[in-house]
């Protein structure tokens, strides 16, 4: 009896076409409730710590960069076996995470701001790269810890299919209600992976429920970083070698381009993923 061939761990073919035609894809339960509950344990805190003044249940909003640094639950998103398998099938082994932030938005109060928020990430990348449509280049994953699988509460909201268009019209009065978006439902523990080309933008909580989320960007190792993460002393026993290349770490300049096993040993993790 001939052998199966065992396959490696990725995007289904399902998975695939449907991130290469909508430009994100949608991975439920990808956080067990119990991490979910200890992660926003762990965003509460770091919430708590960036209030000005007395808390007022909870009014005030946080986005807060280079986060991962903050907590050890934060740093072992990097490498999630439900989600890094999906990013390294899609960008390949010599990643590293570049960008992150820490989202916390409560209720919104008084009326809908006029401020245009679709957008698409990369900042100058899209001003530089002269290719059409812009190449990839990163693709974000974000996790939702609080339910948002209705519409109001700060959903995600994309344009599906958007990812391969440079511009979109903008309305002369930056209404923000676009023909064609949608908002992503997702309950809590849902994992959002989207192209950076995405044209997406969060939309106003008008719920009575705090909308909390995390998001981390994947990019290839010879981009420079972002952000400037920092790992506290106290938290480096969580920083496994694969950890280390996802948080930027590398033996040279160099072995960002050409890297060995041990400059990437992401490489040898996924090229040996399909044999048990």
Sequence with gaps: MALMESRRPGLTDVQRDRFDRDGFLVVDDALDPSRVSHLVDAVDRVWAAHREGPPIAGADPLHLLAFVGRDPLFIELLDHDVVLPLIVDLLGW?????????????????????????????????????????????????????????????????????????????????DNDLSGAVPVLARPGTAVLF??????????????????????????????????????????????????????????????????????????????????
């Design 94 to 174: 010599n990643v590293f995470m570049h960008h992150c932030h820490l989202d916390v938005h409560p209720p919104a109060r008084g009326p809908s701001p006029r401020t245009w928020m679709w957008h698409q990430d990369g900042g100058v990348q899209n001003r530089d790269l002269e290719t059409h449509p812009r190449p990839r280049m990163s693709v974000k994953v974000a996790y939702f810890l609080s339910d948002v699988s209705e519409p109001g509460r700060g959903n995600f909201s994309v344009i599906p299919g958007s990812h391969v268009r440079d511009v979109i019209e903008r309305p002369a009065d930056d």
């Design 195 to 276: 192209d950076r080309r995405l044209w997406h933008m969060r939309g106003e909580n008008r719920s009575s429920l705090v909308r909390r989320a995390l998001f981390l960007a994947y990019t290839y190792r010879w981009v420079r970083a972002r952000d400037d993460i920092r790992i506290p002393p106290e938290h480096f026993g969580a920083i496994t070698p694969v950890r280390a290349q996802l948080l930027g770490a590398g033996s040279s300049a160099a072995g960002h381009w050409m890297p060995t096993d041990d400059d990437a040993p992401l490489r040898r993790r996924w090229e040996t993923a399909g044999i048990r």
